[in-house]
């Protein structure tokens, strides 16, 4: 870049250090507030560059560089020749190159100097002035400086240019006022605490007397303005005194501590009065910070309580916040919170109709209506027709409506509610007869209900290929059905885990090259981004969740297996390596317990392992803990219930349908635990509904889509509805409580294709269920899906998609040769 030469006087000056001092000192309380970024500037020297004349700038995300480097230094390094004010010039011309424009990258430190090289301490040096700077122009070079201060956004430099002090920015102006407010409150609180200026008091209680400033009091409540200037009476004079001998002094301490500081002490012993008082004075600001701390109180005990509070107090935030953990806690709540029985009828049968109560079966609502009538049996039974109306029998066994439902004397003794239930029982009859066990969902009763849980199937390997296909799963119609998600490219072998309502993507493998990329999905937006690069590409890759990070462990990267481990943290952005594992390990599987990692089985490049490891957090160390009963490639782990267990994988000979437990509180032993109805590896696990859920997987000839799920409480397997798509190489995570959850329901997808043909639910789980509704877009994705699922079933085209012309197949393509010969 053509050399920009400019000649400027340099003058020394002398700085007001009581002023510096000052400013230095507002930035450091800033920083400490968490105002101000510290990290990416040196307030001192930001500062001490700006009181000379010029202060240093960042970037604009929106500006091109090529675009305003030239044009930026042109208009701002100009001559500033002659004397000034008969003051003669002392020193030299200097020339102030644009280093930091040609040196994209480069932090803030990195300072231009004016001699054309680059130090990170000496902005002091490339600084030129203007002369006889006044120290007016002192205090506004230093509120310009500030107002470059970006809130909470460490960014990297483009370019660093030097500007007059008199150069109008104006983009952060925030910064310096809420610096400068802290200064502010303090007066606020010294005048008030002295007794300072007061123009106005206000008499409490027990005769408690404040001595306030009306135009303070008044900026924070409309009410006491109003009282102040009389208008409430109708009058022109001002009022210096209000009697409020209602309101217990303590209080109104908190309200006044608001309006001079704009904090108060909000606590479990004062919000019940606080709340409503400052609904009365119209001080909206206490009112927020009420809603704030009762929303972070909310449990099952005393959410129903803070939830009537918030609606007689129009807390509208949170009240609607009240009303989801309601929906999403009820069973808690049920059997926990002596509130529940308080509530009125009309209350309960709110709660009890609303699609999106999170119940995993009907017989829970049913108790529910049971617990509450019997509470108060003889004023409440009139009540009981009604709340049945709120129960939707098709999720109900018929055994337990035989037995409980229709067996309660409140109902045999009440023809009402025998009329109410005669559909019901019809119903239900009819389905206990029915030897495919299908459900009508066309049928009120058996309308789903929207569920807190959704299940997310991402990628995979399928008739040949990766895939991009996304599909998700309602336990609540036991139906699984395509999402839209843009922007996904094909990819197997690759980890999933959830966290903060986010979706993240960890490595695999599209048929050519092994990743180290993380994509990150959000089920609101539907939208996928980029994070952070792994420092290795990792298929096979074992990942978890603790503590807010995320850990993935071994895999291959196209050369070897590997034994490093990285972990990443969301926040920041980043990766960082934590000590490897003992063993190399590809195709294991990880899952976190008790402040620790676990990861089992996998292959090392020459044997299938039956080894396990544990990595404490706490001494930053990989232990060995008993082995397996069986070696496992292509194993799930997870954690369920304070155990470990290990389902399914290939052993070298055949994939396994056995699985294993391991309590590291109870037993060092692995323990066998009832195997699973078809045999799999390289299949997805997840907890839903508190039960194990295995998606998927290979079991030897081809890949599937059944699902069954473990009900640790029976210690059976249950089959649910297959997967739209056979595949295997998939990965999955479960989300709870999405706010947009019932656009991934049920009753999201048959209002969108509106109210179409609907499909049947196998019981059985090992057929394909038709797709609810119909139209051009349905029948589309049906053609692609059946194509795949035709192309998987092909006996030749299975060998081709695990095996040997893929090559992608762990076991398949890396294991020793007897393994391959025996595929």
Known sequence: MEELQSEVRYESNSINDSLSAAIERSIELGVKSGKLECGNFWPSSVMAASLRGYVWTGFDNNESEEDSREEDLRGIFRRRGGASRGRPARNPLLILRPLLSSLPGRRLGSRPR???????????????????????????????????CK???????????????????????????????????????????????????????????????RAILSAVSPYFKALFTNSLKGGKSETTEVVIDSVPSEIFALILDYAYTGTCNVNADNVEQLLPLADQFEVLGVVQLCCQFLLQELKPDNCLGIFKFARHYFCRDLEEKGRRYIRHHFKQILYESSEFKELQSEELESILEDDELNVKNEEIVFEAVKTWVEYKVEERKIHVAKLLECIRYGSMSYNYFADNVLNWKLIREDETCQRTLQSAKAYLTEQDNKQNGEIDMKNPLSRPRVPYEILFAIGGWSAGSPTSFVETYDTRADRWFLSVSTDLTPRAYHGICALNDLIYMIGGFDGNEHFNTVRCFDPVTKEWRERACMYHARCYVSVCTHGGKIYALGGYNGRTRMNSAERYEPQKNQWEMIPPMNRQRSDASAAALRNKIYIVGGFNGQEILDSAEVYDLESNQWSYIRSMISPRSGVSLVAFRDSLYALGGFNGFIRLSSGERYSPNNSEDWQEVTEMFSPRSNFATVILDDMIFVVGGFNGTTTIAYVECYDADSNEWYDASPMNLNRSALSACVISGLSNAREYSYLSKVRDLGQGRTGQATSNGRGKPDQAGEGPAETNVAMIIDEAVGMDAAGPIDGMAEGAVANFHEEDDEAPEDFRNVE
């Open 114 to 148: 004016a001699d054309g090289q680059l130090r990170q301490d000496d902005a002091q040096e490339a600084i030129v002035a203007q002369s006889n700077i006044t120290r007016r122009r002192f205090r506004t070079a230093a509120v310009l400086a500030l107002k470059q």
């Open 151 to 213: 809130r909470k956004q460490a960014a990297r430099v483009r370019k660093c240019v030097c500007l007059p002090s008199n150069y109008a920015l104006v983009e952060f102006p925030i910064v310096w006022s809420e610096l400068r407010t802290v200064r502010t409150i303090n007066e606020r609180f010294t005048f008030r605490a002295n007794r300072q200026l007061c123009d106005g008091a206000i008499r409490c209680a027990k005769d408690e007397f404040f001595p306030v400033h």
